[in-house]
C-alpha cells in the first residue's frame, strides 16, 4: 500500500484532548479523506469537549454538538435539512463515542441505519464512559478494570459486537479501523463517502487516562490490538461480504497489547488465556466468513 | 375554500400550507391522523417535504432539531408520552434558538392509559422555553400553524400549538382553508441567520462555561418577552389579510362583568355558551380566554382583569401539590395589582371527562356564592 494521506488538515491543532488520545486522530483523518465539504455532528462525549469551548472550534467544516442518544436521529435530520436547501453532496458525519453508541444511541443509531440515511456514523471506541471518568459501557472488555467495575469485580460480560449489529442490518457498508493503519482509515471513509446510504465505521481509540497506558504509546497499542488479532481490520458489504483489509504479519500474543494496559494489571494467566482463547476463535470465524465471501486467504492469515 | 374536518386535519392543511420542508413524527394517540394525512400529501406531491419515519418521539424531536438547524422549515406533531419523550430535547431546541412548529394533542399521562384531553402533558413542559398557544377551535388551529412559524422565524424560538385530545382532534368543523398564494405572501420562505452551512464553518451548541452562560438564557428570556408584541403583531396581520384576527389573549363580553371566567381550549367554546345565557338573564359574566400560556401575557392579563370582582379560573390539569396551572400562573401575575380580583381556582374535567355547559354553571353558581374559595382547589364533578 503507497502512503496516501491527504495533505489538508481540517483540524487545528488547539483542540483540548488529553495527550495520547485516539479520538482527535481519528476524526482528523476522517476529515482528510472527507473534505470541506462536510458537516460534523459531535454526539455528547470526550469529543464534546475535544472540540474546543465557545466561541472556538478545532474543526475547520460546520460542526453540530448534539444529545447524547441523538446520533442517528440528528444526523437524519441534517441530511434532511442540507437536502432541503440545496446542499444535496454534502456528507454528514456523526462522531461518537462507544458510550453513545453501543449504550444510549443504540436506539436512534440502529433506526437510523434501518431506514439506510446518508450519512457516515464514526464511532471512536474507547471502552467505557471517559468523559464521566472511565465508567463502564458494554464496549467494555472482559476483565477489565473501570470505576464501576472495580478491581474486585472486574467486568465479567464480553464485549458487545457492533459491527455484527450493524452488519446485521445490512447496510451498504460497515468497517473497523485504527489509528496505528491511517491509510487503511482513510481509504475505508473514502469508500463510505462514495456510497449512498448508512455506512458504520468502528474506530478503536486508546485512552490513557482510561487504559492506564502511556500517551506515546497509543499508536502502537492500535497496532498491537490489530497485530494480535483481538481488533482485525475489516469490512463487510450489505451485511454480507466480509473483507480483511489488514493482515497481521505474524499473530502477536494478546498478552503484549494487555501488559501495557494498567486496566488489565489485576488479571491472571488464566485470564489472559480465556481472553487469548476468545481473540483466537473469533479471528478463526471472521476468516471463515472473508474466506466464503471470496477472499484469498494469505498463507500468515489462517 | 371551506372544508369539513377534524382538528388533526386542521393541523395538516396549515403545514401544507406553510410549505414545511421536513417533517418527522411518530404515532401516538390522539395525534395520528396529523402525520397520516402528511405522509399523504408528501407521497402524493401535495407537499415538497422529506417525511422522516424515525423510531420514538426522542428522535422525532431531534431529527427536527438537525433539520431546523440545517436551515429548513420543520414540523413535529405529538401528544402526552410522546412528549414527555422528547423532554430533553425540548431543551436543545429552545436553547438553539430553533424555529421548530410542534402540534400537541393534549392528552392525559399514565399510568392508567388514558388517552382522553388533558392539560398536563404541554403544561409540564412550561419551563422548556417553548411558546405555547392553546386553541379552542379547528379554524383557529389552521390558522396558529401559519402564524406560528411567523411569530418562531421573528424571535427565534420554537412554538408549540395545542388542541384538545378528541373534542378537537377528531370532532369535525367546517373550516376554512386559505388561499396558498396569500399564505405564501403572509409567509415567505424561512430565511436562516445562522444554519449548518458547507463553506461556513461554525459550530453550535458546543460548551458554554458560566462566562457566557447567562448572556445567552437572558437573551431567550427576551425574545421570549418580544414573543407577546410579534404575535399580537402577526395576530392582526392575519386578520387583515385572512379576515380572523387573533391576539394573546380575547375578552368575550367583559364590559362591566362582575365574574370572568378564564380558560383554554375547547372549555372556551362551552364557557361561551354559558356566558350568553348568562348575560340573556341580565348577569354580569364575562369570559376571558387565554390563548398564550407561554410567554404568559402579563399586561393583557392585568388589563383585561383591572376592576373585576371574582375571577373563575378553570383548569384541566393539574401541579401535583400545588394546583391548576393556569390559576396558579395568574394569581402571580396578579400579585401587586390594586384590589386584585379574588381568584377561585377550579380543577375540572381531567383524563377526559366531560366538562358540560352544565359544569360551567356551577362554576359560576359557586364564584356568585362565596366570597372567597373556601379551598385551595375547588374541585369538580369528583367523586371523593
Ligand atoms: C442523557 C445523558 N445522560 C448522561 C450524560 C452524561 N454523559 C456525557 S458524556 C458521557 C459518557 C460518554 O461516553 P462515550 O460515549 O463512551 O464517550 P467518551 O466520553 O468515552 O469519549 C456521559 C455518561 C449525558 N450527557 N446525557
Ligand atoms: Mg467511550
Known amino acids: 500500500m503507497s502512503y496516501d494521506v491527504p495533505e489538508q488538515e481540517l483540524m487545528t491543532p488547539g483542540h483540548v484532548a488529553c495527550p495520547g488520545c485516539g479520538a482527535p486522530m481519528a476524526v482528523r483523518y476522517a476529515l482528510k479523506a472527507l473534505g470541506e465539504n462536510t458537516v460534523v455532528i459531535i454526539v455528547a462525549s470526550c469529543w464534546s469537549i475535544i472540540a474546543g469551548p465557545f466561541p472556538y472550534t478545532a474543526v475547520q467544516v460546520p460542526l453540530l454538538h448534539t444529545l447524547f442518544a441523538t446520533g442517528g436521529s440528528v444526523a437524519s435530520g441534517v441530511k434532511a435539512g442540507l437536502e432541503a436547501c440545496g446542499y444535496k453532496d454534502t456528507t454528514v458525519l456523526t462522531v461518537a463515542g462507544d458510550g453513545g453508541t453501543f449504550d444510549i444511541g443504540i436506539q436512534a443509531l440502529s433506526a437510523a441505519v434501518e431506514r439506510n440515511e446518508d450519512f457516515i456514523y464514526m464511532c471512536y471506541d474507547n471502552e467505557a464512559y471517559m468523559n464521566t471518568g472511565i465508567q463502564r459501557s458494554s464496549a467494555t472488555p472482559w ?10 469485580h472486574p467486568k465479567e460480560q464480553p464485549k458487545k459486537d457492533m459491527v455484527a449489529i450493524m452488519a446485521a442490518h445490512r447496510i451498504p457498508y460497515t468497517a473497523t479501523a485504527t489509528v496505528a493503519y491511517p491509510e487503511d482509515l482513510i481509504r475505508k471513509v473514502k469508500k463510505a463517502k462514495d456510497i449512498r446510504g448508512s455506512k458504520f465505521l468502528h474506530v478503536l481509540s ?3 487516562s482510561g487504559w492506564k497506558s502511556e500517551p506515546a504509546q497509543s499508536v502502537l497499542l492500535s497496532r498491537l490490538a490489530v497485530q494480535s488479532c483481538l481488533f482485525p481490520l475489516y469490512e463487510v458489504e450489505h451485511g454480507d461480504k466480509y473483507t480483511i483489509t489488514v493482515w497481521p504479519r505474524e499473530k502477536v500474543p494478546v498478552e503484549r497489547y494487555l501488559r501495557l494496559q494498567g486496566r488489565f494489571a489485576h488479571l491472571k494467566p488464566e485470564d489472559i488465556r480465556y481472553i487469548q482463547e476468545n481473540v483466537d476463535r473469533e479471528w478463526e470465524r471472521l476468516v471463515a466468513k472473508a474466506k466464503a465471501s471470496g477472499q484469498e486467504i494469505p498463507s500468515t492469515g489462517g | 375554500m371551506e372544508k369539513v374536518i377534524m382538528g388533526n386535519h386542521a393541523v395538516s392543511y396549515g403545514v401544507q400550507l406553510a410549505r414545511v420542508q421536513v417533517i418527522a413524527a411518530y404515532p401516538i394517540t390522539p395525534q395520528t391522523q396529523v402525520v397520516e394525512m402528511l405522509s ?9 417535504a422529506k417525511f422522516i419515519k424515525v423510531e420514538s418521539e426522542h428522535s ?14 420543520a414540523f413535529t406533531a405529538t401528544s402526552s408520552h410522546g412528549l414527555a419523550l422528547m423532554h430533553e430535547v425540548l431543551h436543545w431546541a429552545s436553547g438553539g434558538r430553533l424555529p421548530i412548529v410542534m402540534a400537541n394533542v393534549n392528552r392525559a399521562l399514565g399510568p392508567g392509559w388514558n388517552v382522553w384531553t388533558e392539560q398536563t402533558d404541554s403544561l409540564a413542559q412550561r419551563d422548556t422555553g417553548w411558546i405555547q398557544l392553546y386553541c379552542e ?11 406560528a412559524y411567523k411569530i418562531a422565524e421573528t424571535v427565534l424560538l420554537p412554538v408549540m400549538l395545542v388542541l384538545d385530545a378528541f373534542v378537537l382532534s377528531h370532532t369535525e368543523e367546517p373550516v376554512d382553508i386559505p388561499d396558498q398564494a396569500a399564505v405564501d405572501r403572509f409567509l415567505p420562505p424561512y430565511q436562516p441567520k445562522f444554519r449548518l452551512q458547507p463553506g461556513n464553518p461554525c459550530s453550535f451548541y458546543g460548551l458554554v462555561a458560566p462566562e457566557h452562560w447567562m448572556e445567552l438564557r437572558y437573551k431567550m428570556q427576551r425574545a421570549m418577552e418580544q414573543a407577546v408584541e410579534v404575535t399580537q403583531q402577526v395576530g392582526a396581520e392575519f386578520g387583515q389579510v385572512f379576515g380572523r384576527p387573533y391576539d394573546v389573549v380575547e375578552k368575550y363580553r367583559m364590559e362591566d362583568a362582575e365574574i370572568v371566567l378564564v380558560t383554554s381550549g375547547s372549555i372556551v367554546g362551552t364557557s361561551r355558551e354559558v356566558v350568553d345565557e348568562l348575560r340573556a338573564q341580565g348577569q354580569r359574566v364575562g369570559l376571558l380566554k387565554m390563548r398564550m400560556f407561554r410567554p404568559f401575557p402579563f399586561v393583557a392579563v392585568r388589563e383585561a382583569l383591572a376592576g373585576v370582582k371574582k375571577v373563575a379560573v378553570i383548569d384541566r390539569n393539574i401541579s401535583y401539590g400545588h394546583g391548576g396551572i393556569f390559576a396558579s400562573e395568574l394569581k402571580a401575575a396578579l400579585y401587586g395589582m390594586p384590589n386584585p380580583p379574588t381568584v377561585f381556582p377550579f380543577i375540572i374535567g381531567l383524563g377526559g371527562r366531560d366538562v358540560t355547559p352544565q359544569s360551567i ?19 369538580m364533578e369528583v367523586k371523593r
Open chain 2, 40 to 48: 399523504e400529501f408528501c407521497a402524493d406531491g401535495l407537499l415538497d
Open chain 1, 206 to 208: 486508546p485512552c490513557p
Open chain 2, 137 to 147: 377551535t379547528n379554524q383557529e388551529v389552521l390558522d396558529m400553524v401559519i402564524q
Open chain 1, 143 to 152: 476483565g477489565a478494570w473501570t470505576t464501576t467495575t472495580p478491581v474486585k
Open chain 2, 60 to 73: 422525532v424531536m431531534a431529527a427536527v432539531v438537525g433539520a431546523s438547524i440545517a436551515g429548513a422549515r
Open chain 2, 361 to 379: 354553571h356551577k362554576i359560576v353558581q359557586y364564584t356568585q356564592q362565596y366570597d372567597k374559595p373556601a379551598e385551595e382547589i375547588i374541585w
